[in-house]
Structure formats: structure tokens, C-alpha cells
T-cell receptor
Framework: GAGVSQSPSNKVTEKGKDVELRCDPI?????LYWYRQSLGQGLEFLIY????????KSGLPSDRFSAERTGGSVSTLTIQRTQQEDSAVYLC???????????FGPGTRLTVL | EDQVTQSPEALRLQEGESSSLNCSYT??????LFWYRQDPGKGPEFLFT???AGEEKEKERLKATLTKKESFLHITAPKPEDSATYLC?????????????FGKGTKLSVIP
């Protein structure tokens, strides 16, 4: 079946611009996660959605980062006023429930010039 | 705070040379320990979940084991296609949050 998809696969932007990254989870998965993978670093948790509950935003590095999940499915991660340190691969994952393994998408590579 | 340390950072093996990767963890209450494989330019691919000490899981040439402090990923008679970065992650008890805490990974290279 279809896995987690993300778009765009690559995004190059200029410092100060806003960007939107999209994630389509596996159909039927109630939990959705965003992570960030920087060069030489492990995956870093950003935000988590579960059903209609309020999201866990505890991993967002600054108030320039926000995310929403519409209709319990597609999610969008928005980074406002991008900085060079935001350059990384942004990974989305989904799981059937919170107690199941997480399946990852291919990621969006963000480069801020 | 949950912590995961993987060793070695990089490992080069000859084809057929078996070895093990280590994942040491600190978590207040382990909900699950996960192993993933990541190829360059791709997202992590799920391999195993282990829930309690003593548990073992196998898939082809890979076998994952778990103790109260660490997990091992044993690779038996590896092939070049096993070359990848292997990631270990833990899921703690959380307080309504179920994110994974990842180690930095072990980059495995299998030489023909």
C-alpha cells in the first residue's frame, strides 16, 4: 500500500522567506509526527498530532515554526522568516496508534541560502 | 530526559563478517525500543520493535536483542546491500506524548 508521502522533496529558499512542507500520512493512521534531521545530528522531534487532541508542540525550536493537521489527515509544517540554521531534512512519520511503530516518509530537504 | 547512544559511529565489514551494533539507552520507563535502517537520501525504514528485556526479533540476516540498559543489532554474514545507517530509538512513558528519541546512528559499510 501507499506509504507516507512528503512534498516537496527539495526546497531551496532565501533567508527570511516563509516555507510550507506537506505530509500525507498512511491512510487510517491516527498519529502523525514531524522530526528534523540535521547533518551529523540524530533525528530531533518537533511536533506530534493524535486524532483530534491538541498537538504536542514541545519540540518546536522557536515560534517561527508551526504545524497543522487538517481533517485528521494531511499535515503542513510552516517555517516563517527562515534562517540558515533551519537547513535540514524534515521528516514526517505516522503510526496506526501511539503504541505502534512509526513509518517515515522520504523527507523534505530544506536549504536556506 | 531520555538518552540514546549508539556505537560504533561507523563500522566497515567484509562481506560475510558478522558483527554487532550497540544501542545504550536511558529512559524512565521504556515503552518500546525501535531499530530503523536509513539509506542515503531516504527516510528511515522500520526494522524491529522490542518491548521488554530478554526479547529478541529476527529478520533475514538481522537479529535484535534487548536488555534493561542496551540493545544489540546482530548482523550475520552481511552482504553489500546491508550497507546503510542503522538508527536506534526509544519511546518513553511520556505524558501524553509518544515521540521517539533517536541515537545518531551507526553507519555500516559492507565491502564485497
Amino acid at each position: 500500500g501507499a506509504g507516507v508521502s512528503q512534498s516537496p522533496s527539495n526546497k531551496v529558499t532565501e533567508k527570511g522567506k516563509d516555507v510550507e512542507l506537506r505530509c500525507d500520512p498512511i491512510s487510517g493512521h491516527t498519529a502523525l509526527y514531524w522530526y528534523r534531521q540535521s547533518l551529523g545530528q540524530g533525528l530531533e522531534f518537533l511536533i506530534y498530532f493524535q486524532g483530534n487532541s491538541a498537538p504536542d508542540k514541545s519540540g518546536l525550536p522557536s515560534d517561527r515554526f508551526s504545524a497543522e493537521r487538517t481533517g485528521g489527515s494531511v499535515s503542513t509544517l510552516t517555517i516563517q522568516r527562515t534562517q540558515q540554521e533551519d537547513s535540514a531534512v524534515y521528516l514526517c512519520a505516522s503510526s496506526l496508534t501511539t503504541n505502534n511503530e512509526q513509518f517515515f516518509g522520504p523527507g523534505t530537504r530544506l536549504t536556506v541560502l | 530526559e531520555d538518552q540514546v547512544t549508539q556505537s560504533p559511529e561507523a563500522l566497515r565489514l567484509q562481506e560475510g563478517e558478522s558483527s554487532s551494533l550497540n544501542c545504550s539507552y536511558t529512559v524512565s520507563g521504556l515503552r518500546g525500543l525501535f531499530w530503523y535502517r536509513q539509506d542515503p537520501g531516504k527516510g528511515p525504514e522500520f526494522l524491529f520493535t522490542l518491548y521488554s528485556a530478554g526479547e529478541e526479533k529476527e529478520k533475514e540476516r538481522l537479529k535484535a536483542t534487548l536488555t534493561k540498559k542496551e540493545s544489540f543489532l546482530h548482523i550475520t554474514a552481511p552482504k553489500p546491500e546491508d550497507s546503510a545507517t542503522y538508527l536506534c530509538a526509544v519511546q518513553g512513558p511520556g505524558a501524553g506524548s509518544y515521540q521517539l528519541t533517536f541515537g545518531k546512528g551507526t553507519k555500516l559499510s559492507v565491502i564485497p
